[in-house]
Nanobody, 126 residues
Framework: QVHLEESGGGSVQDGGSLRLACEADEETYKTNCLGWFRQAPGKEREAVAHIYTGQGTEYYADSAKDRFTISQDVAKRTVYLQMHVLRPEDTGIYYC???????????????????WGRGTQVTVSS
């Protein structure tokens, strides 16, 4: 059973934009903290942005502020990550994850999330 499914990855030039989508099943979506993480080759997985679906509260990593926006479509049970001014250092696999029946409170580490999607590749070339 797939609880989270990402889409929207691809290859763009430096300065380009992409929008990622994460569709959740009903149980995984409701009143949970949903987050976007990314992992570059040879690096640890890091948090990018979170949203608490119950209230729409957003949290961002410093690297994502002013360039990325997390949002949700409640009817579609989908969380989006709109990314602008992409840089080569944004390259990596982007994962959607859920912290079930928990608030976000702050940007959190991957260990705080129990449900994960398979990821979608984002490649930014210079």
């Amino acid at each position: 059973q797939v609880h989270l499914e990402e889409s929207g990855g691809g290859s763009v030039q430096d300065g380009g934009s992409l929008r990622l989508a994460c569709e959740a099943d009903e149980e995984t979506y409701k009143t949970n903290c949903l987050g976007w993480f990314r992992q570059a080759p040879g690096k640890e997985r890091e948090a990018v942005a979170h949203i608490y679906t119950g209230q729409g509260t957003e949290y961002y990593a410093d690297s994502a502020k002013d360039r990325f926006t997390i949002s949700q479509d409640v009817a579609k049970r989908t969380v989006y990550l709109q990314m602008h001014v992409l840089r080569p250092e944004d390259t990596g696999i982007y994962y959607c994850a859920a912290r079930v029946l928990q608030y976000c409170y702050r940007l959190r580490s991957p260990a705080d999330f129990s449900v994960w999607g398979r990821g979608t590749q984002v490649t930014v070339s210079s």
